[in-house]
């Protein structure tokens, strides 16, 4: 049994891969209904939901028509599950590649492309900058080779947004503009993506 599930910390790293999606993975909601992560959407093989039910960590809201069978028991596989002990959100966002990639919507913050993305200090390393939120930004290969260890006002270049460190909730808040291409139809009614509601 995974050592995260058994020890009750639900921060564990969610189905990232978009074959395992086809594997009837389950939602994973806090006690309070809302999903404990929009990037990676918080998502737990249909093991692990089972695993948690089982342990009494969780209620099952919703199910999948397939079923898994013990020499006992038959069990419907869950599809949303949510924890019945609330999990405080983290607070302090810890500076890494994919957090600053969210941050910036995963767009370089001189010319606005995707893709192809690494990251650059506004002010150069050479120049006294450090590696820090305020100083780091996705850039795209090109328009970093192109920066290379110059300063913003020799290059032209100008920032699409000032760079800043984001609370958890703003990271929170950008992860829900990237939907993943696989939503199960029971989840839909606990997730709220940036879309026109339907009158």
Request: positive net charge; contains cysteine; glycine residues 4%.
């Amino acid at each position: 049994m995974d050592s995260d599930l058994r020890d009750g910390d639900f921060r564990t790293e969610f189905t990232r891969s978009p074959a395992a999606l086809k594997d009837r993975p389950a939602l994973v909601l806090n006690a309070d209904y809302r999903p404990l992560s929009y990037y990676p959407l918080s998502l737990w093989s249909w093991q692990d939901a089972v695993k948690a039910k089982y342990l009494d960590r969780v209620d099952i809201v919703a199910e999948y028509d397939d079923c898994v069978h013990s020499p006992t028991t038959t069990l419907r596989i869950p599809s949303v599950v949510v924890l019945k002990d609330y999990v405080k959100p983290q607070k302090r966002v810890a500076f890494t590649r994919f957090n600053l990639f969210l941050r910036d919507e995963f767009r370089c913050q001189y010319c606005g492309s995707r893709g192809d993305l690494t990251f650059d200090h506004v002010v150069p390393r050479a120049s006294g900058g450090v590696t820090s939120w305020q100083n780091v930004v996705a850039a795209c290969s090109p328009c970093n080779l192109r920066k290379g260890s110059k300063a913003l006002h020799q290059t032209g270049y100008t920032l699409r947004k000032p760079p800043r460190q984001p609370d958890a909730e703003a990271l929170r808040n950008t992860g829900r503009k990237f939907p993943p291409g696989h939503l199960h139809d029971s989840w839909m009614d606990f997730l709220y993506w940036d879309a026109e509601l339907q009158a």
